[in-house]
Every structure is written in C-alpha cells, then in structure tokens.
C-alpha cells in the first residue's frame, strides 16, 4: 500500500525562499506567513496521509457504478468528501462574500497539490467544482453567483465542464448539442456530451453542470457557441431544490485510470438552461478559466509524480538487492539497499530535481495568477499565458514518465497493481489528454502565445532570463553550475523563436512541425530559471544559518537539473531546426 | 476494437534487401527465398488478423482466474492454442530430431513478431515453452531430450523459466530454493518462485518447470546454484503421463498489462527434480539462453509499438478534427483528418521510424544468432552479446514510450479502456521489467559488455560503423542524410566509452551513473546504422525498378530518424561526461 506524507519544507521553501510571499505588496499575500502557511500544509497533509491516501486504492479497486441513473463513488468517497467540506477545505481561495475564505490562489494550488498527490481521483470533484465556480463568479449575473456560488463554495452542490461530443474534441467547431430559447427566459438544452468528469455521483446534493451549446443565430464554428448552467436540480426561488432537470448520466466509463472520479457521457435532453455571460460569448467565458485549469492540470502532473516518487525512495531504501559498487553498504546485511546503485539512483535524481523544480514553476505560475487578478497586473497576466501550455504540457508528459521511472524503481512488484505503483502511472496518463492534449498545449504556445501581443510576452519571459543571469552574474557560487547552463538553455529558445519566425511566412507546417520540441525546451528552461533562482534563494538561507541539510540537498538538486536535464534545448533546438520537410516528407497513404 | 496487419512488405523489405538472406552462406538460408519467406509472413498475418488479434482484448478484459489450483485462461485461448499447434507455428525454427521443422531462428523471431504484435499476452505460453526448450536441447541428456522436447516443440506441453523469489529479483545470489539430493538420483525441490509467467494453465497437458535451485554442496551466492527440470506431471518411462508433482501454483497475480498471461506464484513443496546440465552450474546454462530470450523481450517492444502505430494511423485518418494550416484538406467535410496537422505527423513518424530501425535491429541480431549458432561464428556471437541489452533495453524503453504516442494521438478515446490503446500501453509496459530490468540491461552493457575480451566487440561494433562510412563515402544520396549523421553519432558513443574508460579506475560509480545514457545512445547509433544500411538497400532497389512508394517512404522514414532521434546521442554523452558527482551527490537520507 503506497505512503504519501505532504512535502511541508519543500512546500515553504518555495512559498518563502524563493517567492518570498509575505513581503509581496499583492493584496492577501501579508497574512502568509510562514507560521499560517506551514499550519495549513501540516494540516492538509494529515487529512491527505490519513483520509485520502488509503481511499486511493479503493477508488481504484472499485471505481464508479452507475446503476438506475446513479453513479456510486467508491467506498468512503462520501464520508471523506463530507469531512473535505466540513474541514474547510473546499473553499480557501473563495470569495468571502460566497463563503469562501478568500485566501490567495497560490494556497489554493499549493493544497490542492497535497490532495491531488494523495488521491489525484478523489480530488477532481471538488477541483472541477472550483472551476465551475470561477466561471459563475467572472461571468454571472448577481441572481446567479447568489444562486449557486455558496452551495458551491461548501461543495454542497459539486460543478462540471460540459465541452466534448463524440464528434468534437479538441475542434468545439463541431459542436451540435442546441439550445433553443424558451419563454421564460430559459433556453432548451438538447445534445450529448462526453468525458463529463463528476457528470453524475453521489458526494453532492446538487451538480451544476456548465455546458457548451448553440442558441439560435450564432456564427457557424466556435464563434457561435455560449454558456448554459444546467443544474441536475432546478433551484427555487427560496434556494431549495426543486423539479428534476433533464440531463442523465447514460454512461461512466470503464477507463485506464482516475477509476475512483466518474467520468459520465451526459444526456441533455430539453434540459432548462441558463445562459452564463453574454450569448454566442461562450468561448470567452471558458477561456477565463482555462489558465487556471490548465495549471490545475500540470500541477497533477507533478502531484502524481512527487507521490510515485516518495515510494519509489521507501523501496529503493528497504529493497535489498547486489552490493554497491564501492563496497558493501550494508555488511551486516544480505545485500545492500537498492539506493546504492548509480542507476536507482540516477532515476530518483531525475524525478526529484522534476518534482521540485515543476513545483517552483507551478507556484510561481499560481503566484503570476495572483498578481493578475488581486493587483490587475498586466504583465504577469500575459506571461501566465504564455507560460500556461508549458505547465500543462511539459509538467504532464514529464510527470507521466517520472511515474513510470518510480514504478520500475519496484522492478516486477512495480507491475502488480496491489502495489500501488502501477495506479500513479495510469493516473498520471489522463493528465496529458484532458484539458487540452499536450498537442494542442504545443499548437497554443507555438501557434498563438508566441505571437501573442507581437511577442511582448516570449521577449519578456527572455529578458527575465538574461536580468537575472546578469543580476547573479558576480556570484561564483552560482554561475559555473547554474548560470551558465542556464544562458546556455536560454540561448537555444532564443534560437528556435528565431527560427520559427524565419520559417513561419515560407512554410506554415515548419513551426507546428517542432511545436512539441519547443514545448518541451520552454519547460527545461523554465524549470532551469527556476532551479537557479531556487539556488540562489538556498545559498542565502544558507548564509542565514538554514537548515544546511535540507538547504544542500536542494542545492545539489538543482546541480542535477542543470547538469543533466536542462542541456536537452539543444537536442529539441536541433530537431526544430530540420523544419518541416522529414515531418510531411511522407503522403498520408504511405503510413 | 484494435485492427492488426502484419507488415509483410517490411519484413520482406529487412530480410531481401537489408539481410540479402537467400544469399548468405549461413546453413538453412538458401532456403529463405523471398516466395517462401513472403508466404510464410501472409499466413502467419491470416492467423494474426483473425484468430490472435481478437482475442487480445478478450485476454485484457477476462485475464487468468485460479480456481481450486487449476488456472483458467480466458475464452477462445484454448481452441487458438490448439489451432497455433495444428498450423505448425509452435516448432518453426526447432530442431527437425524433435520434430522441429529446422528454419532459422531468424524466422521464428520474424514471426514472433507478427504473433506478439497481434497477442503479445497470448504469444508468451508458446515463447516461454520455446526458452525452455532451447536450454534443455543445450544442456538436457540424450534421454531428457528425447523424454521433453519432441512434446514442448509441439507445444502438447509448454514450458517455464523459475528464477525469482519474493526476496531475490536481479541478485540470484540471494535465491533460498533447495534441491535435495534423493537415492534415486533426482532432487526434492523445496521453495517459492514468483513471476512465473504460464506457472500454471489450462493450455497443455504437461508444464515443464526449469527451477533454479540450490543443492548441497554449492558455493554461497550465484555461483551455487543448480537448474532442474521439475514437470507438472512426472513421465513414465513410455512418455506416458504419471504422477502428479508436488508443484502448485499459489496465487496468479494482478497486474498492470498481459492479463491474459496467467503470472504465478509457484510453490515446490519437495517437487521431483531433475538436474539439468551440470551441478552447480545452473547459470551458465541460464546465460546460454539469455541472449535468446532477451531479444524475444526487445522484439515484443517494437511488435507492440508496432500495433499500436497502426491503430494511431487508422485514427489519425478516419477522425476528423481541426483544418490543416496550409489549406482544407478535406473541403467536402466537416473537418479535415487528424493525419494533415504536423505534430500528429511528427509522433506517427516518431512511431513509424522507431519501429522500422527497431525490426531491422532485431532481426540483424537474429541473423547473428544463426551466424553464431549455424556456422560457429565466433564474432558474430561476441557482436550479439555486446547489443543484447541494447535490443532489450532500448527497445523496450522505446516501444512503450512509442505505445503511449499511439494512444495519445487518440485522444480522450485513448484512455478508454474498450477502444484498446490503453492495453498496448499496459502490455508493452512490462517489457521494460522482465528479462532482466532495463536499468540491469544498462548495467550489463556498460558494467560487462564494453570490457568482454578486453574490449574486442565494441572495437568490431565501431570498426563496422566506420567501414560502413568510408564504403558509402562516395554515394552523395547516403552521405548529407545518412553517413554524415552516423559519423557523429559513431563519435559520440565512442566519445562516452572512452570517458567510462577514463574514469572508470578513479571512480567505479562513474560509469554506472552514464549506463542508461549509454544504453540509449548505443540503441540511437544502432537504429542509425540499421537506416543508413536500409537507405541503401532501399536506393539499390529503386535502381533496379522496384516499389517507388514503398522505398521511397523507406527512405524518408530513415531521413527522419537521422535528423530528429540520432542526435539524440549528444545529450546522452553530455549527461555521461557529468560523471558520478551529480549523481551521488546526496547521502540517502536527504531523499
């Protein structure tokens, strides 16, 4: 059975080393003090180690039943659900006007963190909930947000997405559920929806669903289509729940994994609608969210990742099996431990320089997300856009394989699934399809951030680099290890931006024919500023007299990162320079 | 539901113009015409097609169920076992003394893809029992020989390898099983033994059990152990089934992937043994099968990749999704195919350009085996031991990676279990683990291969890199695409084992902390050789008027390896020369 206890210091670390949160002049960020912020990560790790860590198997054994229009959520799912609501934990980052206690988003993320790592599954419902909420909360009428905002600040009633149909994904274009106008006001809500996670269940009093759909007189394609809230329960005008609305779950999917988060085909058959913000605008409206969600999405990536990684490091400890190459570490013993070995160790060192690292971009994303909403800051707003389809993208095909590195850390016990290893790995899968397939992350970075204001936010993003390695320049404890690979990495996005640009008029598949490769060199880069910023924070906590331990063992971290990880821009910058002719060299037949 | 079609054009493709098989002076292959060879494909893809590949989901949904210690395979297994040993397919390449039909191992790995691509799961009862009997034919008596193998070459009884126990995986030495010597001259066989795939089944009369055990007398550690021959039903002196063994299955294990693979855990409760081979001495009769057995492994990465390509094709043309950038492709429909967009192109080229240079790769090394085994090739046998754990290990690493490209151009679809790309990705996951772990394989190459007689095949490995350079020299079609890449691949790999033997005195951990990098790059310069060689091969055959489209395609699928994946070796060396520091650098308790 895996163990997951929430990573507390790493946590602090990046809120306080190196974001430096309570002396940020962004509204609500003074009451974090290092004191508060540890006694939530305490806290959320308690519930998360001993309420939703051991629910993670059983959510995986028994997955969601749907059974005369019911969907039971595995054993336990209700009682934790029960105990998240009443602990508080589903509204921190909310409007207090809503009942929420209106921390910043950043201590929303950095929890969520801690749940998705514990029971990624079991922490969708109250995940998607949110987005739901902040969709009502920027695009809602005052009746509505009054509505349905408390219920969903408590996670009483529980919320969902409602994009796919079987014939669109990624191109919404295609959509054809409709919404027809009805008297009262209301629209008619006909068509099928699917991948609906959290459609239908039983943790909630009520869902809210917020589904895509065409009202009369929109524009063919994706211009045309708006924004409906559908609640399964019609809600009365005293707030009680009334008549049944017309939507069913007709199906929850048997899936690789997340068995334990129901994931529904919805029917709408003339279910009574209500629009959301502004008719034929209902791109728009989803769009507010989608930075949000998608981080949500590349936190996963790392979450997951963290929790394959930490029973990965259990067994490598306890497993005993050869001799190290240096001579017996364990001499008393049969064999030594599997953390001797070079190569066990190289894997731990590959997924933990990942996790931290991602975690430090993820945090830092969440923090440009505040500084958006609670200072209005422009800026930042445009560089978490830039930035969003990298977190997304990068984090989750990374985090993906770092789980299935700590699986083979198990060897042949990595493969029975009793062992829990196997799970990280087919939970951590979805996270690369489901928001946005990590193609389409590449296609928006590529295709539209990169040109995003004439390219004020990639030459942002560059000049940040270049400040801080001139900034750090005279500090001999950072540049040969740090600096350097770092100037190195960034030069090779530079180069590829470049060339993008050279190609793009001449031959449109040049720059989607590397999108995926700069994804990925955008990552390495992001997550190597971050490790030289992380350095750079450890050694003056160091100076400060810090826990040299833990301090050290950052340091040597990032070492690694920089060392081993980051050189692979010139790889991706490489494959990005061959441009578009050996990708479409073949007709389609000849596949 | 997954479609498969064995690719015959491209294994006639590896055997006539790359292997030029029909003419080599290896005994057996002047009968490998390409009629013979191309029919010998068509029917094995007719059983492929029809019998195995529906079956492969009926294996993955239903699994293998232990009832009152008889393990049941699932639905329509028995009746396609028993049709695979009417057809002839389970003694191709077996001795004709035995009533083998005496082909080439060559074949039998060529077909074994085909069978694996369509039921890897299903393929593995046939395989094991195939490694069973090959150690028997090399180390059994006369009388064992004519006792066992004329009924495992038929497959009326199949077969098992027994090697790890709940405490001992990769270190045998720690292996507790015993072999008690009885008056009769046999053994009683006394201990656990888990992972034994086809352990126990409803498939054969007979299961033939190969147990490494420890009988008295034997040096501690690995060098004390003995192989025995431990059958289910012991035989009568007439061949005739007699007692039942005291040899149980315990358990069958739930794993990640090949459910349809009955994995046990096998319990010998005073078993009847049989020595085989020498006291004392049963890994050497182990090794002799090794290299054998893990090419088998190699092969089952790329056959999977290979059938979840096809699917990602068949995807990748039917779903219509988005507009290509460079005009409608599809004016007349909704949308264009997945297939026009160019990073959908790059993972289908990805995918199609591993798995091309990875059968061209394994059945080289097959071709090595015949040399080695047919003609005493001395050289050839020292070449296949030096990229044994790069056909297993790299291939294996790819393949899956190359699975989860399949099932990621699926989209959502992808993750549902019904639509089938899920379990290529859990199938082909366990390739990674067994037959030896790849971080083992790394192991294997850097720790013992590079230095095998002092270093001669990896200096035969290079010296047939650069004779492939300077002949082709002066083909201007080869040299920019082809040689130019393979020299700077060449150099890097060479690059890395001199920095091994540099620093290999002065730190033993150095060359571990570069094993899997070196693994990776080794498998690189291996698929670079295998694409300039089928350049070749593919430009001869154009020149003398054969299949424009086919070669073409070859041509520019190898064009696209060399400039997107070889390169890859330059990272791999730039990790390598990092040495240990970065990777030793924390004590394990800062984990």
């Known amino acids: 059975m895996p163990v997951y206890a929430a990573p507390v210091k790493d946590l602090q670390f990046v809120l306080h080393n190196l974001l430096e949160v ?75 006007d809503y009942g929420g206690q209106g921390l910043p988003y950043l201590m929303g993320a950095a929890v969520s963190e801690i749940f998705s790592s514990a029971n990624m599954a079991f922490n969708m419902y109250q995940g998607l909930t949110h987005g ?242 609670r200072q209005g800051d422009a800026a930042a707003e445009a560089m978490i856009s830039l930035l969003t389809p990298v977190i997304k993208g990068f984090q989750t095909d990374k985090g993906f394989e770092m789980a299935v590195a700590a699986q083979q850390v198990w060897g042949g016990h990595g493969y029975i699934e009793a062992n829990g290893m196997s799970q990280f790995v087919r939970d951590a899968r979805i996270a690369m399809i489901y928001e946005g397939a990590n193609g389409v992350q590449a296609l928006d970075l590529v295709g539209r951030k990169l040109a995003l204001d004439g390219g004020k936010p990639v030459m942002a993003f560059f000049a940040m680099m270049k400040a801080f390695i001139k900034d750090n320049d005279g500090d001999p404890r950072l540049k040969a290890d740090f600096l350097l690979p770092l100037k190195k990495a960034s030069k090779d996005v530079q180069a590829a931006a470049m060339h993008f640009l050279g190609t793009a008029a001449k031959d449109p598949n040049a720059a989607l024919s590397g999108s995926t490769d700069f994804l990925h060199m955008m990552g390495h880069a992001c997550l190597g500023l971050m490790w030289a910023r992380m350095a750079k924070a450890a050694y003056a906590a160091l100076d400060a007299g810090g826990d040299t331990a833990f301090l050290e063992a950052k340091i040597a971290t990032g070492r690694y990162y920089m060392s081993r990880h980051l050189p692979a821009t010139a790889l991706h910058l490489a494959r990005i320079e061959t441009g578009a002719a050996a990708v479409m060299a073949l007709p389609a037949a000849a596949f």
Not at 58 to 64: R, S
């Open 22 to 96: 309570s002396q940020s002049e962004v509204p609500g960020y003074h009451e974090l003090d290092a004191g508060f912020t540890g006694a939530v990560f305490e806290e959320a790790g308690k519930v998360a180690t001993d309420l939703l860590t051991p629910l993670n198997a059983v959510g995986d054994h028994e997955g969601c039943v749907l059974e005369n229009g019911v969907v039971r959520t595995p054993t336990g799912f209700k009682a934790a659900f029960k105990a998240m609501q009443e602990g508080g934990w589903t509204s921190l980052d909310c409007d207090p």
């Open 132 to 373: 739901a909420y902040s969709a009502i909360h920027a695009h809602g009428t005052e009746a509505q947000k009054a509505t349905y905002l408390p219920k969903m600040v408590s996670c009483d009633w529980t919320g969902t997405m409602n994009l796919t149909e079987p014939q669109c994904g990624t191109d919404l274009g295609l959509m054809r559920t409709k919404a027809e106008p009805q008297a009262d006001g209301s629209y008619a809500i006909t068509g099928t929806k699917i991948f609906i996670s959290a459609g239908e269940h039983d943790l909630a009093e009520n869902i809210i669903h917020l589904v895509l759909a065409r009202a009369p007189g929109g524009a063919p394609g994706i211009r045309g289509v708006s924004l409906f809230i559908v609640p399964k329960f019609l809600v009365n005008p005293d707030g009680s729940l009334g008549a049944r609305n017309k939507v069913t779950a007709g199906k929850v999917e048997h899936k690789m994994g997340i068995h334990g988060s129901a994931t529904c085909v919805m029917n709408y058959d003339g279910a009574t609608g209500f629009l959301l913000g502004d008719l034929h605008k209902g791109m728009r409206a989803m769009f507010t969210m989608m930075n949000e969600a998608r981080l949500g999405v590349g936190l996963q990536g790392y979450a997951v990742a963290e929790a394959a990684f930490q029973n990965a490091v259990a067994y490598a400890r306890e497993r005993l099996q050869g001799r190290a190459v240096t001579g017996d570490a364990n001499p008393a013993g049969p064999a030594d431990p599997l953390i001797v070995h070079p190569d066990i160790r190289r894997s731990l060192m590959d997924q933990k320089s990942f996790v931290e690292g991602a975690r430090a971009f993820t945090l830092w994303g969440a923090h440009l997300i505040d500084r958006s909403r």
